[in-house]
């Protein structure tokens, strides 16, 4: 009762409910499905456990299950790791190249971003990723990426044994016209009588089961060769995305600069040891990084902030016109609202008629940006940003955010 009391706290109970949510309750229907299946048609119509072929296989794929799910449950539960509330670099002057963070009341360390899912700055944030109900980041990017490897892998098994399991229970009942590919079915005829029939509700469930290994091969295999080309390049997901805006940035002010990534270690080999080791904790402590001999440990922090101010720059001022009410997919707001939704977890928020709103990006029919508050919730550290339809908003005639600057440079021309 002690072990088990003190392995049942608090926290691990918190913990237990991102289980109670869409993502893991698919991700573990689907793994439940394609093992349960492929262990039932091997056993009982395709690879009998009496023959030694029958028990490596079954043996196989047990081992798949477990893996796949010790993978997925440690990425969910162990987590990306969390900076600090609060948290301040122990050199002050390093301040000046960090963001500050209202909600945590805490400075970001390199790296780390703020999750509004989690609502804690994550150490190394990949993403959100909604399968795993948690982020990706600095402890369980190896994890997450072993699952990724391991689900195409245990569903490519599965698979073949659905397919073959058909195949063999459907050869003497149907003319397939394969008249020069031909399998040996031999063995499959001195197996004995299966336990149970092959019947159309087997063949059903065997057929739809194979859908979900296909599809889940597919899906997650495109994760997984996306995970595995930034971490060789030692990158996140979203540091690929602030690189390219680096470039862009220098490219549209020619200033000349050369942006160079501070985490590439130069060597393959060595950008992999900083995710995957032995010990299956990563390399580092989550706040300082082994960089590039030409850089140092706030070049990318630095290179955030000067986008930050582009993008306050950059921004543009709109009055809304027309109600919203935070849906995702508008039926009001016209067809290709309704169809062009954009296709992200970031929050869609709502408007009122009068209010101002700072646009940074957006679509032909959707739009992302900052809603103007007032002084009170700004000294709060309240920020409401998100996605809102295109058609809800008119472009000031005037942009206060820049017309301020411009105004004064005709004055002292």
């Not at 969390?82 to 963070?101: A, H, S, V």
């Not at 073959?164 to 004995?192: C, E, N, P």
């Not at 060595?270 to 010990?279: D, H």
């Not at 009068?354 to 700004?378: H, N, P, S």
Request: net charge positive; glycine share 6%; with cysteine.
């Amino acid at each position: 009762m002690n072990i088990l009391s003190a392995i049942i706290v608090f926290e691990n109970l918190h913990e237990v409910r991102r289980l109670c949510h869409w993502g893991p309750i698919i991700a573990l229907t689907v793994i439940a499905v394609c093992s349960s299946m492929a262990i039932l048609d091997s056993i009982i119509w395709y690879w009998p456990l009496d023959t030694t072929g029958g028990s490596i296989n079954f043996i196989m794929l047990i081992n798949w299950t477990v893996l796949i799910l010790y993978n997925y449950f440690n990425a969910m539960f162990v987590g990306p790791g969390y900076i600090p509330l609060g948290w301040k670099p122990e050199n002050q002057q390093d301040t000046m190249y960090l963001q500050f963070c209202r909600v945590c009341q805490g400075y970001k360390a390199p790296r780390s971003h703020h999750c509004r899912k989690c609502n804690r700055c994550v150490m190394k944030m990949d993403h959100h990723c909604p399968w795993i109900n948690n982020c990706c980041g600095h402890l369980n990017h190896a994890y997450f990426t072993t699952f990724l490897l391991l689900a195409p892998l245990g569903c490519t098994h599965a698979a073949f044994i659905f397919i073959m399991t058909m195949y063999t229970q459907l050869y003497d009942r149907i003319s397939f016209g394969w008249s020069s590919v031909k399998i040996d079915m031999s063995a499959a005829r001195r197996i004995h009588h299966p336990i149970m029939p092959f019947s159309v509700a087997s063949f059903a469930a065997t057929l739809f089961a194979l859908g979900l290994a296909l599809g889940t091969t597919i899906a997650v295999g495109m994760l997984f060769f996306i995970q595995i080309k930034v971490i060789m390049r030692n990158k996140t997901s979203i540091e690929v995305w602030i690189e390219e805006k680096a470039k862009d940035r220098i490219q549209y002010y020619q200033t000349g600069e050369e942006f160079i990534f501070p985490y590439d270690l130069g060597s393959r080999w060595e950008n992999f040891k900083q995710v995957f080791t032995w010990s299956g904790t990563p390399e580092g402590d989550g706040i300082e990084w082994p960089v590039n001999e030409k850089c140092h440990q706030h070049t990318l922090t630095i290179e955030q902030l000067k986008q930050k101010a582009d993008k306050r720059v950059r921004s543009v001022q709109y009055r809304v016109v027309e109600d919203y009410n935070g849906a995702c997919c508008p039926l009001r707001k016209g067809f290709n609202t309704f169809l062009r939704t954009p296709c992200t977890e970031e929050p869609r928020i709502q408007l009122s008629k009068g209010e101002t709103i700072f646009a940074t990006r957006g679509t032909k029919w959707w739009m992302y940006g900052d809603k103007v508050l007032d002084e009170e919730q700004t000294k709060a550290g309240v920020r409401v940003r998100g996605w809102f339809p295109r058609r809800c908003v008119e472009k000031c005639l005037y942009d206060s955010a820049n017309n301020t600057s411009a105004s004064e440079e005709k004055k002292d021309k």
